[in-house]
């Protein structure tokens, strides 16, 4: 490599980087530490834990089946979701690719659109379609299809339903970026020795597309597994996912060290999903769709 | 696209064309109906439409405490965007300028925010303020906002940063500039629309968090997310559904606007660099 200008001086770089380097070790990776200790704390009553050491809370998370309950409810909402999420993102993603529609930044901008709108916002706006006074009901009712408002908010389907609805976008961007990266000319090869369209797609594109797929699945299960927001707007009471247990732990029963215990269980649930990803696929295929 | 000639190719095509119609207005109908919604004349916040009235809008601006959770977002994001974007440039330079040891070990480090659940980094730093005996306090969320918002920075500035070349600088260097009057002269003038948009993203990132800010802010301190979350609490009202349009025309009116006058600045640039190297 070429030497230009003072490339090789360390102290000016680190200079520049010990801003940030600071800010997140402070902010992030030292609180994850105190987290892991106060995880071993003893709880005392609602607010105040004495720094004894134990192992109360892990044993209390590992034996009581109500926090295994809420665990397995996460992780079923977030593959789920994800599933969706890939399954139904496809679709638009391969259309935009292999369009030839001019406008096509205009399809591309229209999934930026919702990053740019307030979450709280796009979520609670699923009452005005699922509620005993939303769209689907109202229309139903005038119709004279049923005689009362069914029931669809309030439901681990409608949670499930904000969840793609906001995920979506992270999903198609993900395998769009994938597909742009394809070689269109092995497309037109596979074609010209004569396998049909659908062959060529499950032999060429499909397996050439599955990276930014696999960064969509991890996105959106991650991102599914840790909400807080949509399950407490559009969930009931037996609804709730982790974050929401967490919450509650940390902000209602104010139990400080099982709080952290949760913490710490959703954070390496979380962090081994991302780390076998990243051990596949490498990290760099999630950048590529974050800076999409 | 070439070669959808036989038919299950077409009828593919026709399926991928269909799932996405659906797709885009699964996207946009729950927030059409909010807007829709926003102008109903009914004390209630669903269907059905009784009437055309503004009616919610002017309730809106006489509440206290939208506008006072309204200052406190507006702040806040102010602050981010500002000590955000100084920060990120700042690493950004250092991670595509330099070579130093340790350089992936802060390239990893400057993402890790963006992959760590909210939830997480909100019980995180408030287990840190309670072991040491500190309050929550609007420095606190404020800080926590800046760890949120400076992976996405950091990223948008790289990213530009790649793409202007090396040359320019060594240039201004060669003829006896500092590397300070270099940086001020040269490339933050090329920067310039990454600077934008980063500080447009940390805004937007500040002012929209929810769950996050639910554990930071301070003792009876709303920010305008939080205050929607607590206002949704009692019923869907149709001042909800006012103050949500109007953050709509807000959030998305602004980066917009921000990518075309950022479309502008790169394209006055274009034409001068040319004009400069020709």
Same mark, same amino acid.
């Given at each position: 490599?070429? %030497?230009?200008?003072s490339v090789n001086d360390w102290r000016v770089a680190w200079a520049l980087c010990a801003p940030t380097v600071i800010l997140i070790v402070v902010l992030l990776i030292l609180p994850i530490v105190v987290m892991g200790v106060y995880s071993f704390f003893t709880f005392v009553t609602a607010g105040v834990e004495s720094p004894e050491l134990t192992l109360a809370n892990w044993q209390e998370f590992l034996s009581d089946s109500y926090y295994?309950?809420?665990? /397995? %409810?996460?992780?079923?909402?977030?593959?789920? *979701?994800?599933?969706?999420?890939?399954?139904?993102?496809?679709? @638009?993603?391969?259309? &935009?690719?292999?369009t030839g529609f001019r406008? %096509?930044?205009? /399809?591309?901008?229209?999934? &930026?659109?919702?990053?740019? #709108? +307030?979450? *709280? &916002?796009? *979520?609670? +706006?699923? &009452?005005?379609?699922?509620?005993?006074?939303?769209?689907?009901?109202?229309?139903?009712?005038?119709?004279? /299809? #049923?005689?009362? @408002?069914?029931? /669809?908010?309030? *439901?681990?389907?409608?949670? #499930?339903?904000?969840?793609?609805?906001?995920?979506? @976008?992270?999903?198609?961007l993900n395998v769009y970026v994938s597909l742009e990266g394809i070689d269109r000319t092995l497309i037109q090869a596979a074609r010209s020795m004569g396998c049909t369209s659908a062959q060529a797609f499950r032999e060429v594109t499909l397996p050439l597309s599955l990276p930014g797929l696999g960064a969509g699945l991890l996105l959106c299960f991650v991102l599914a597994a840790g909400s807080y927001v949509t399950p407490q707007l559009l969930g009931g009471p037996r609804d709730a996912l982790f974050g929401n247990l967490i919450y509650d732990t940390v902000m209602s029963q104010l139990n400080w060290p099982m709080g952290a215990t949760l913490s710490m269980v959703l954070f390496v649930l979380l962090g081994i999903c991302a780390a076998a990803y990243s051990r596949y696929m490498g990290l760099s295929q999630i950048m590529k769709g974050m800076s999409a | 696209m070439s070669g959808v000639d036989d038919s299950s190719g077409r009828w593919g095509w026709r399926l991928t064309c269909a799932v996405t119609v659906v797709v885009y207005i699964f996207l946009f109908a729950p927030i059409a109906a909010t807007i829709v919604l926003s102008f109903n004349a009914s004390m209630f916040g669903g269907f059905p439409i009784t009437g055309f009235s503004l009616h919610w809008y002017g309730t809106l601006f006489e509440n206290e405490a939208v506008l006072a959770a309204f200052q406190t977002s507006l702040w806040i994001a102010l602050f981010t965007a500002a000590v955000t974007?100084?920060?990120? =440039?700042?690493?950004?330079?250092?991670?595509?300028?330099?070579?130093?040891?340790?350089?992936?070990?802060?390239?990893?480090?400057? =993402?890790?925010?963006?992959?760590v659940p909210e939830t997480i980094l909100g019980v995180g730093l408030l287990v840190l303020i309670k072991a040491i005996d500190q309050p929550r306090t609007y420095l606190i969320l404020l800080l926590g906002h800046i760890l949120l918002a400076l992976p996405f920075v950091v990223l948008v500035i790289q990213a530009r940063l790649i793409g202007i070349r090396r040359v320019y600088e060594e240039a201004a260097l060669s003829l006896g500039a500092t590397r300070a009057a270099t940086f001020r002269e040269v490339t933050l003038p090329l920067l310039l629309p990454a600077v934008f948009a980063s500080v447009l993203l940390a805004f937007t990132i500040s002012f929209d968090n929810t769950t996050a800010s639910l554990f930071w802010r301070p003792a009876g301190v709303e920010t305008m997310p939080t205050q929607i979350l607590s206002m949704l609490k009692v019923s869907i009202s149709p001042e909800v559904n006012a103050l949500g349009t109007l953050m709509v025309v807000i959030t998305v009116g602004v980066p917009l606007l921000g990518g075309v006058i950022a479309k502008i600045l790169s394209e006055l640039q274009r034409r001068r660099q040319k004009g400069e190297v020709t």
């Open positions: 490599m070429r %030497k230009g200008w295994h309950g809420f665990l /397995l %409810k996460t992780v079923r909402v977030g593959a789920m *979701t994800a599933a969706i999420c890939a399954l139904v993102g496809y679709f @638009p993603a391969y259309f &935009i690719w292999a406008h %096509k930044w205009m /399809l591309l901008l229209l999934l &930026i659109v919702p990053f740019w #709108i +307030s979450f *709280t &916002i796009r *979520t609670f +706006s699923w &009452i005005h379609i699922l509620g005993e006074q939303g769209l689907i009901n109202v229309v139903l009712l005038r119709l004279g /299809l #049923i005689d009362e @408002p069914y029931r /669809l908010l309030y *439901t681990e389907g409608a949670v #499930i339903m904000g969840l793609v609805h906001f995920l979506l @976008p992270y999903m198609i | 974007t100084v920060v990120g =440039i700042a690493a950004a330079l250092a991670l595509v300028r330099f070579e130093f040891a340790g350089k992936a070990a802060v390239n990893t480090l400057a =993402i890790l925010p963006a992959l």
